[in-house]
């Protein structure tokens, strides 16, 4: 990897203790992420993480924690949003796969390669909350928005439009 990750926590699996990992994010860091993400900011972000070796693969079990801000999807407007979410991936290391159609089981979707003895835990916590951002998220405003600017709401422009429309002639 040539570019150093926002959220970056090296740890040595050679090197697990029994107790979890806490990660708490600085300011800058925030920053950096909510650049990375496309939101307006990140005003808190911290995971608490239990790590399991099991032979060369590393169970990373916890929650994250975060306060953002970003835009209404309709308004624009800034949205306060709290996220508390279970964060749950695994670390294998990394192997040549030589086929050229891949089927993953749901266990194999949250595998995180990892190549000699390190892993980057930051990194894993930046993208479960990746995940958890709402890319559509609406505040309370978006349906005045809606009506203001001539769109339809989901209720005129779902699959039973076309026969609402019909009923009311």
């Known amino acids: 990897m040539t570019e150093e990750a926002e959220l970056s926590r090296v740890i040595d699996r050679r090197q697990i203790l029994a107790k979890p990992v806490e990660i708490v994010a600085t300011p800058a860091e925030c920053a950096a992420l909510a650049d990375r993400f496309g939101i307006v900011?990140?005003?808190?972000?911290?995971?608490?993480?239990?790590?399991?070796?099991?032979?060369?693969d590393v169970e990373a079990k916890g929650?994250?924690?975060?306060?953002?801000?970003?835009?209404?999807?309709?308004?624009?407007?800034?949205?306060?949003?709290q996220i508390d979410t279970p964060l749950a991936v695994r670390f294998v290391p990394d192997q040549v796969i030589e086929v050229e159609e891949l089927e993953l089981t749901g266990d194999e979707l949250d595998d995180i390669p990892y190549t000699g003895t390190t892993f980057d835990l930051g990194e894993a916590v930046a993208q479960t909350l990746a995940l958890s951002i709402d890319p559509y998220a609406t505040g309370p405003d978006a349906d005045r928005?809606?009506?203001?600017?001539?769109?339809?709401d989901?209720?005129?422009?779902?699959?039973?439009?076309?026969?609402?429309?019909?009923?009311?002639?």
């Open 41 to 56: 900011r990140i005003e808190r972000l911290d995971a608490v993480v239990h790590l399991t070796v099991n032979g060369p």
């Open 63 to 81: 929650r994250l924690h975060a306060d953002i801000v970003q835009s209404c999807a309709i308004s624009g407007d800034d949205l306060s949003v």
């Open 145 to 152: 928005v809606r009506r203001e600017k001539g769109l339809l």
């Open 154 to 169: 989901e209720a005129s422009s779902g699959p039973f439009a076309a026969l609402a429309a019909l009923k009311k002639d």
